[in-house]
């Protein structure tokens, strides 16, 4: 398995502009996982789906933020207009929900807004 | 709401020595599952351990092994014979039973040749 893949791996863009990060779990993981890390405040859990369905956005940040899963194989985190605080790492991470599963991760996606 | 702490942010072990890492969690909950994974400089995060809490018996992977302590709602990484592509920051991780996932805010663990 090639493990849940993440593009792109490194993004810069300007503030005000649209950014797009994309996340494809492992093959047959029915739970997605959006998170944001940062130095300041660390490990943040931003949304989680289980079967394409989000379970809990409350750790969204604000409504610049949105995400979706049109299917079982793909993800959208999406901010719209960024800002140079949206800076960090993004990670998304795929597990079955149901069992003991750990999450697995996605090698994340590094977000710099100039 | 369950709370993972993590309450050593760094640590430092001498190479081929043992160092172990601490994490305390909060639940009421009496069925759960508790991780440690690894981040090295990469970022990628690898999963080192995992333990559910209805299994008495502690886990073990290699050179890392965890105490838990369900009573105390402890859940400790000890890491063997350090070896210095362990240096990385350290996760601690709680899972419920609907899937939720906590992380701790990480312990930075540098081997010191």
């Known amino acids: 398995d090639a493990g849940v893949i993440q593009s792109p791996r490194h993004e810069v863009t300007e503030m005000g502009q649209e950014v797009t990060l994309r996340c494809k779990p492992i093959s047959g993981h029915n739970s997605l996982f959006w998170y944001r890390q940062t130095m300041m405040r660390g490990l943040e859990l931003l949304i989680y789906f289980n079967n394409n369905v989000p379970i809990d956005d409350s750790g969204m940040p604000e409504d610049r933020f949105s995400a979706k899963m049109p299917n079982a194989s793909f993800s959208t985190l999406k901010i719209q207009p960024s800002e140079p605080r949206d800076s960090a790492v993004y990670f998304c991470?795929?597990?079955?929900f149901g069992t003991g599963g750990e999450q697995y991760f996605g090698p994340g996606t590094r977000l710099t807004v100039t | 709401a369950q709370t993972v702490t993590q309450s050593q942010p760094e640590m430092s072990v001498q190479e081929a020595e043992t160092v172990t890492l601490s994490c305390t969690y909060d639940t009421s909950e009496s069925d759960y599952y508790l991780f440690w994974y690894k981040q090295p400089p990469s970022r990628q995060m690898i999963l080192v351990i995992r333990?559910?809490?209805?299994?008495?018996q502690n886990a073990t992977e290699n050179r890392f092994s965890v105490n838990f302590q369900k009573a105390a709602k402890s859940f400790s990484l000890k890491i063997s014979d350090s070896q210095l592509g362990d240096a990385a920051m350290y996760f601690c991780?709680?899972?419920?039973?609907?899937?939720?996932?906590?992380f701790g805010t990480g312990t930075s663990l540098t081997v010191i040749p």
């Open positions: 991470a795929s597990s079955l």
């Open positions: 991780a709680y899972r419920n039973t609907g899937n939720q996932f906590y």
């Open positions: 333990q559910e809490a209805y299994k008495q």
